[in-house]
């Protein structure tokens, strides 16, 4: 079944514990970004790929990193994680990267920085 | 940066009724799209469109690229479309970044 994976769904962690939260498609798909969304704000795109080993900031990047070493994968990481950071992270993927396309995502992790 | 804006935030519909939810934005686009979120459930793309007017069973969506919006519109509305409709753009003629409106909470009652 095609699909994007996030793991964990659910995570409550403490203010400067490394995290990281993986997020896996199976369709080939060239293009995959990160987002979080939080009430009132909406969805606001953190990172994105367009393909292994190009990533680009989007909105609203600070506080997170992330890697593409394979086509894949496109793991999200919290080096010293803030309350402000408490959100419903979204992973998303699509198969092109140069013309607009369809995006699919996951299913969601929900994050609690306390 | 292209702002969006939905409206209305907030839309209760009798069941059968005839649902229409909008979309403006600020500045040229490659493409729109329009996603559904059932509550706690995760996000699923409806409709990617950069011109004229898509259909798909009992939703439809159309943009006039002049103006600058676009409408999804809900035939027969059912208590299972009770969702949060989100409108989003892409701009700089990839996919690299899109931006969101905040959506829109329909609820249709039986």
């Known amino acids: 079944e095609a699909q994007v994976t996030q793991n964990p769904r659910y995570l409550i962690t403490v203010t400067g514990k490394k995290l990281t939260v993986t997020c896996s498609q199976n369709?080939?798909?060239?293009?995959m970004s990160w987002y979080r969304q939080d009430p009132g704000l909406g969805l606001r795109q953190i990172y994105y790929?367009?393909?292994?080993?190009?990533?680009d900031k989007g909105d609203v990047p600070e506080g997170y990193k992330v890697s593409r070493k394979e086509k894949r994968n496109f793991p999200l990481i919290l080096e010293s994680p803030s309350p402000n950071q408490t959100s419903l992270y979204f992973c998303?993927?699509?198969?092109?990267?140069?013309?607009?396309?369809?995006?699919?995502f996951g299913p969601g992790t929900r994050l609690t920085v306390l | 940066k292209n702002e969006v804006e939905q409206s209305p935030q907030n839309l209760t519909a009798q069941e059968g009724e005839f649902i229409t939810i909008n979309c403006s934005y600020s500045v040229g686009i490659s493409a729109l799209h329009w996603l559904q979120q059932h509550p706690g459930g995760g996000i699923v793309s409806l409709f990617m469109l950069s011109s004229g007017k898509k259909k798909h069973g009992r939703l439809i969506a159309t943009i006039n690229i002049q103006e600058k919006h676009s409408s999804l519109h809900i035939t027969a509305s059912h208590p299972r479309d009770s969702a949060v409709y989100i409108c989003a753009v892409s701009t700089g003629g990839s996919n690299y970044k899109l931006t969101f409106g905040k959506g829109t909470l329909l609820t249709v009652n039986p």
């Open positions: 790929s367009m393909n292994v080993e190009v990533t």
């Open positions: 998303a993927s699509s198969f092109r990267d140069t013309i607009p396309d369809t995006q699919y």
């Open positions: 369709m080939n798909h060239e293009y």
